[in-house]
């Protein structure tokens, strides 16, 4: 049976590194038998310019009927002035919407070759190892009402909502509890409870959820406490749970800490296991064009699809594993780069991993 | 003419960092002629202890009549099952609300004695010195409607508003400014205006105010990327401002990243200037009545209150002064201890300080 790939380049940098990620999969194709199939399709930028809105319709179609998706990234500076309705970003929200990706994984792990990238010192950083699991299509982010409206003083008046049902709050713990299974066992599940009745929801629940994890460690932090604890002492995490708002925050700034986010892949996920599959870096519309993207995340985001959608692990490990072998000769972009390595461009780096495979 | 200033010593560690602090407000005022008296009332959950209201009508008078308020800290597990309205942080949000204490500053200064106590390289942080300007009493911490609800398909659910009023934003905005253009003309906004119509306008009115502030840079960056930033390169920053919710995860953030955020005070003010004074740390439950809490956080709180609330700059320097001096001299709380330190607790690095002083 052959597994179809919905394949969304995106705008700025997006196109260069899905290129050398569908070099990755073409080599799995040929050499390993991997039996897949792949077709284009615009959001974003890209595809406002050709079609006027960021979503259209063949691109949600296609993701529908695809297996699983491979996406790039969206936005730049281009598109910013554009109404709301018709930015980027609004061609990504939908996709998670439409297509129910409500579990957003975003590991935050340290390569060993890389220690010296962050700007933390080495034995804070060394070895982490965090995965965060972050709510995608609720919260304040999909929340109604929403808006601008002219208050009773006469005024503009902005407005969103946060709001979680317990069942999407259900759901999304489920996931955590089940991947914290699969690791050291021990959850996190932030919230700010102390002061809005919407995580206190959260809180209750998630223990509730917990109940029938009882191998599982679960414990509980507020948001702010969390921020602090990710500078402080970030290898006491395992999984973080986080609501939509708080996940956005908080995995970019864990992703940080690893100093090379052009290294971190990520997954959004069904309720059946169908997902997304994006680099946690975003469009870079500042490096676009010129061929020294790092294309490391994508090239990874491809192995997590393989192994959490396409129950595929042996073709995820060859990808991780050949990812390693490039770093440990040597190969860098620019922004792993450091003194004694080789410096090499978007393009040279999908070869080289592709040799190692 | 006597300034009076409420004491407000709180839970946890609360009472004894206060207590030094009033050690070194005596010193000013019997060796340099201060003119201030001060009194004392309860509030978080010693409040709620004595009169069964973590806020007591009393606490709130005082306060009102005070021309400065200096806060301990409120909290501890000790309140954590009782009901919402009663909890301990109802305590500080009442009062922030009720005194509109709406600019709330929070600097984030790495002292060059304590270099080595940041989990970060020193090159990266080393003369670190950012102000954050948080927005304190809108936004999603007060909005309306908020609760708890049961929806449609029957399931609970949690709800609470994000919304601004241009006014609201406008206010917050003059802060900034004007600290920014007492400090490094620079002033970085915060906002997710990519996703959320309240902070659209949020961007938008920030936009409008620093027409009338052309000698200060105005930037923006979205929250995710803000915090990723902290982490990257934070000297790039120079005042931040933010709303509520995103100032409390980004200035505990910005804290860490100094390593010591038993230094750290900060300020609460009204559209007059008059203001609430605490360390922005927490009350520390774990090490409370044990005498070991370092007490210059509440300190330097004091000295903030005297610069910005009672126009006395020249005791607020004397102040700095002397915690620099009790630094060089080696002295050290446990938080901020090193090798070749001397290990003092809460009381004799109090003393260290007056000495000093
Ligand atoms: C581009 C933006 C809408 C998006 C988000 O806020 O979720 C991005 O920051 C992310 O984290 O994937
Ligand atoms: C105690 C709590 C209500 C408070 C807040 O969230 O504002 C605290 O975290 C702070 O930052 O001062």
Request: hydrophobic share 40%.
């Amino acid at each position: 049976m052959t597994v179809k790939i919905a394949v969304l380049p995106g705008d700025g940098i997006g196109p260069e590194i899905v290129a050398e990620a569908l070099k990755v999969l073409d080599c799995l194709r040929t050499e390993f038998g991997l039996a897949v199939e792949t077709e284009h399709a615009l959001i974003g930028g890209a595809a406002y310019d050709a079609h006027g809105t960021p979503f259209p319709k063949e691109t949600l179609d296609l993701c529908r009927a695809a297996d699983s998706v491979l996406l790039g990234a969206v936005g730049g500076p281009k598109w910013e002035p554009l109404d709301y309705s018709l930015r980027p970003e609004r061609g990504l929200l939908g996709l998670r919407s439409e297509l129910a990706l409500f579990s957003n994984l975003r590991p935050a792990v340290l390569y060993p070759q890389l220690v010296s990238a962050s700007t933390l010192k080495p034995e804070v950083v060394s070895g982490l190892d965090i995965m965060i699991v972050r709510e995608l299509t609720g919260g304040i982010y999909f929340g109604k009402p929403r808006g601008r409206r002219i208050n009773d003083q006469g005024e503009r008046e902005g407005y969103n909502t946060l709001v979680y049902s317990e069942s999407e709050i259900r759901r999304i713990a489920h996931s955590a509890f089940q991947i914290a299974r699969k690791r050291n066992k021990r959850l996190c599940s932030i919230d700010k409870a102390n002061v809005l009745e919407c995580t206190e929801l959260w809180r209750e629940v998630v223990i509730e959820v917990g109940k029938e994890y009882p191998d599982v460690a679960l414990s509980h932090m507020y948001v702010d406490n969390a921020s602090m604890q990710l500078v402080r002492n970030p290898k006491q995490f395992d999984v973080m749970l986080t609501d939509n708002m708080f996940g956005d925050i908080l995995s970019d700034c864990a992703a940080m800490l690893t100093g090379s986010i052009g290294m971190l892949p990520s997954a959004s996920l069904d309720k059946d296991g169908k997902g997304m599959y994006e680099p946690i870096h975003g469009s870079a519309p500042d490096i676009a064009g010129r061929g020294i993207a790092n294309p490391i995340a994508t090239i990874l985001s491809l192995a997590m699809m393989l192994r959490y959608s396409l129950d595929d692990a042996a073709s995820a490990e060859r990808i991780e594993n050949a990812v390693q072998k490039a770093l440990d000769q040597g190969y860098r972009t620019a922004d792993i780069a450091s003194e004694g390595t080789a410096k090499v461009g978007t393009a040279a780096m999908g070869d080289a991993i592709v040799a190692a495979l």
